[in-house]
């Protein structure tokens, strides 16, 4: 029995000795490796920049945290519907509030009643996804724009294709209606903000100035102005009666994906990284961190 113990206890002493000759091997590799491909100095200054990286992660999860814990949601979901095939890109409501309608990447639009959420109907006609749907509420009008890159009108009365506008070279992913006037605007992926008489279906103007995709227009409910976020990190002012942009705000560092004008006169909008408002061409940043 001792012979046996003492042989098991030799051989785990072998076996030690094997890993911290092989962990010392793999460490003088590493370190010469390191000393090869970059200088001492780069290399500290490499690991000084992954402790801070951490360090700030860190930092910020502990803040969001906090947040999270601060904040007291008092939200409950009221019901969840499951019916497209793909994923839901618009969504929209009537006037009364009774109907809501969804665009979907599965090439369909379908009116649902609200709150029940009873599909009530389904309108096939684009041939690739959605991407943009809006209500025209003075004469019961749906508008919606596709990577087709065509723009339909439906009649929601016959739930039919009425008018279809074509002239976009890429594919469309943002409309608006300036109601007043009754202009329809659109802007896409070949950069361009065109404007659409919706009394004689024809285009009136193009409007050039973004060097990527517009992914999404708002109108002035007063004023005859557009505002426009794209993918080439800008939010453009436009004037109707010259077609001319006429500020630029240029702060961001990654794409802006979507807008929202409110009452109060602030624009809200949502980049990649985090939300923002903006109020007199200020703009105010990290409202809430994504």
Known sequence: KKKKIKLITHQKIVEENKLTSEKSVIQNVLEKDLTKKTSPSKSMYHIKKKILSNFIRKQYYEKIRKKESAIKFTWKMYNAIFAHLGWIRSIDFNHTNSLFFTGSSDRTIKIWNFPKG????????????????????????????????????????????????????????????????????????????????????????????????????????????????????????????TSKCTSSINTFNNAVRDLKLSNDGYIYGISLDFFFKIKNFEVFINIIEL
């Open 118 to 241: 009873n599909l009530l109907s389904t309108l096939p006609g684009h041939v690739d996804q959605i991407t943009d749907i809006l209500i025209d509420h003075d004469q019961d009008l749906l508008y919606s724009s596709s990577l087709d890159k065509t723009i339909k009108c439906w009649d929601l009365k016959q739930n039919r294709v009425i008018n279809q506008y074509y002239g976009h070279k890429s594919g469309v992913y943002s409309i608006n209606l300036f109601s007043p006037l009754k202009i329809l605007f659109s802007g896409g992926r070949d950069c361009v903000i065109k404007v659409w008489d919706t009394k004689s279906n024809k285009e009136v103007n193009s409007m050039h100035g973004h060097e990527n995709t517009v992914m999404k227009i708002i109108t002035d409910r007063i004023n005859p102005k557009i505002i426009s976020g794209s993918m080439d990190r800008t939010i453009k002012f436009w004037d109707l009666r």
